[in-house]
């Protein structure tokens, strides 16, 4: 069947991973099947509305690549796709609840009702709003909350993740489904917005299992088909002890895109969180996920957050990205990711850094501190050199002379080239009788006093003649 999925974010604050991956699962379900995907704002909790959170979430799935059939921005045949413009069509669907006696005004002041529960709890009873339901309610009309009237029974219903399930009457209370500023509340509008737009398939967070009895209800007294439920396990902190959340760390997905995070690899990532599809693969392009997504790898139990797998997949992504389209194609990506000192280097040397450096990438944010050395002179930090595990057993007068040595011997060369210096590079070591992890930790630590350098051949290319003799001499005079 084709498939129509929807994703329904609410605009309270930046959205996480949690929120993308249960918008990836139904885009990856409807695409495969050629179905559609709507995007749905779910805007009605006013209080806790944040200006700007819509832009971010569309921002962040446009980022992603993942696009939507209908939605803000496209349009379509069921709109509008802000729940808060849709206030007429829920009241059409509460009045149908009001006439079959299934939703009641409830002018109960808050008090009261925090008192009965209050009884409750001292009765070590469950509070059911229901066994306080008012007797001889008024007329409904704006201002008042509506109540849906529960006729608590017996529900089982399958869910394509989590399975068989199975509810009693204690589970089923008098939900409010009108507020009292008018706007609907979640448990109510998004049964109506799944009907009215044709959704197939419920994807959504594991914690809405418990109050599947109440949705059930709901679908049974507005004559309304079920659609398929699917519930999505939690994704846990590291430790796997509890819900990822923002006090564990969890970050917005602007933030890992702010911190060098390709889109390719936060999608694979996120995708592989929870779900596989039986093999080893770990890489995953967009179109092989849609082609290879089905519900039943979806795994039931939660799963733990582990930020090296993404930074590995990153890196990954990087490489893929650089051996497939070229350097030209990862360039583009990493605009505002170089360090301050790269701002006057043209955009062929930039690539020429890049070219050497990419693989050693977990991060495009990495180049700020891996590259900084290629566009400007490092401060010279003698301790490095001294204290380098290679080279704390050579006296300074030694590292001085393979300095003036290296010096002489690279200022002869007429081609300045990965190859002939490679070939230079081995008579030096064949000449002074050093090995290759003392005197090129000399070379490469003399020009960039960096932890981490490409290939010493490429770097030296890179850097060129002029600067590296020069960074050699200083050095050497230095010590």
Known sequence: MKAITRFAPSPTGYIHIGNVRSAIYPYLLARQTNGKFILRIEDTDRERFVEGA??????????????????????????????????????????????????????????????????????????????FRPTNPPAWQPGLPLRFKAEPKDYSWHDEVMGDMHAGPETQDDIIIIKQDGFPTYNFAHIVDDAEMGVTHVMRGVEYLSSTPN??????????????????????????????????????????????ILPEAMLNYLACLGWNDGSEQEIYTKDELISKFSLDRIQSSGARYDETKLLWLNGQWIRRLFTEQGVDTLYDRTVGFWP????????????????????????????????????????????????????????????????????????????????????????????????????????????????????????????????????????????
């Open 54 to 131: 819509t832009d971010l979430i569309l921002d962040t799935l446009k980022w992603l690549g993942i696009d939507w059939n209908e939605g803000p921005i496209v349009g379509g045949t069921h709109g509008p796709y802000f729940q808060s413009e849709r206030k007429e069509l829920y009241l059409e669907w509460a009045k149908k609840l009001i006439a079959s006696g299934r939703a009641y005004a409830d002018p109960t002041p808050k008090e009261q009702i925090d008192a009965y529960r209050n009884e409750c709890n001292s009765k070590k009873v469950p509070f059911l709003y229901r066994n």
């Open 215 to 260: 949705y059930l209800a709901l679908y049974e007294a507005l004559g309304l088909q079920m659609p398929y439920f699917v519930s999505l396990p939690h994704i846990l902190t590291p430790t796997g002890n509890k819900k990822l959340g923002k006090r564990d760390g969890a970050k917005s997905v602007t933030e890992y895109r702010d911190d060098g």
């Open 340 to 479: 301050d000192s790269a701002a006057s280097a043209s955009p062929e040397y930039q690539k020429q850094v890049l070219s050497i450096i990419y693989d050693r990438l977990k991060t495009l944010s990495d180049l700020k501190t891996m590259t900084d050395y290629f566009f400007r002179d490092p401060e010279i930090n003698l301790d490095l050199l001294i204290n380098n595990k290679f080279l704390k057993k050579l006296s300074e007068a030694e590292l001085e002379s393979l300095l003036k040595v290296t010096v002489s011997k690279l200022s002869t060369l007429n081609s300045w080239d990965a190859d002939s210096l490679q070939n230079t590079l081995n008579q030096l070591l064949s000449e002074t009788g050093k090995k290759p992890a003392e005197l090129f930790s000399l070379i490469r630590l003399s020009v960039s006093f960096a932890p981490f350098s490409p290939a010493l051949n490429l770097t030296l290319e890179t850097l060129g003649k002029e600067s590296t003799i020069f960074r050699l001499n200083a050095v050497a005079r230095a010590i």
